[in-house]
């Protein structure tokens, strides 16, 4: 899979994109969990994803947030983190001017940033929040929230407890004209160790293939 630099807002950053051969493709961009405790494009979660809207269909770019790995810059609070995201997402969208769809998926803090650019970006069309850490970070700017999507976690998760996502999803669901899908994998921790893994990306698949045949947002 090639290795792309792109530029960002302070300087290039590193991915990897995974093009269709189709050029009506949907697109999808995966956002990784915190800089600061390990996070990066490599990150298991991330990664399986990445795979798994490849196999859908999608043409798929993953990349490290500023500071991480080769990209330039450092850590800025998320504040950074979403000018990234955002300028991911303006460098797939040029390699792909003709699809009609458009993702995006993040883990843990990756999930945080994913709602906001959901928020700034009428384009997506659905989004896929891995853990999201509802315990650490506000998550009130959803109102409304723009998109329909799917949020999933353990129901063993210490990190982002499953109390707290609950919470966020019997919020985000009172909003009309959207659906909330919530997906709470039994046993599972944060990062969806052993075979937890392959029952979190079928849950994600799944939805994301139901989604695809759907015309409503």
Request: hydrophobic share 35%.
């Amino acid at each position: 899979m090639p290795e792309v630099i792109f530029p960002g807002p302070e300087g290039r950053l590193e991915g990897r994109y995974h093009p269709q051969k189709d050029r009506d493709a949907p697109i999808a961009i995966m956002l990784h969990p915190h800089p600061q405790f390990g996070g990066t494009m490599n990150n298991k979660v991330v990664y399986n994803l990445h795979y798994a809207f490849h196999r859908m269909g999608f043409s798929v770019l993953r990349f490290n947030f500023r500071g991480v790995g080769r990209s330039q810059g450092e850590y800025d609070q998320g504040v950074g983190e979403l000018s990234d995201a955002a300028s991911a997402l303006d460098y797939l969208q040029s390699m792909n001017q003709n699809s009609k769809h458009c993702w995006v998926a993040g883990f843990s803090f990756g999930a945080w940033i994913g709602m906001q650019l959901l928020m700034r970006r009428p384009e997506i069309t659905g989004f896929v929040s891995v853990s999201p850490p509802a315990n650490m970070y506000d998550f009130s700017f959803l109102a409304p929230c723009p998109s329909s999507g799917l949020i999933i976690n353990g129901s063993a998760d210490r990190v982002a407890p499953p109390a707290d996502t609950a919470s966020l999803v019997a919020k985000l669901k009172e909003q009309k004209g959207i659906t909330i899908t919530h997906a709470e994998i039994e046993g599972a921790g944060h990062f969806f160790e052993g075979a937890h893994m392959e029952t979190m990306i079928e849950t994600v698949t799944d939805y994301v293939k139901r989604r695809l045949t759907e015309t409503t947002r």
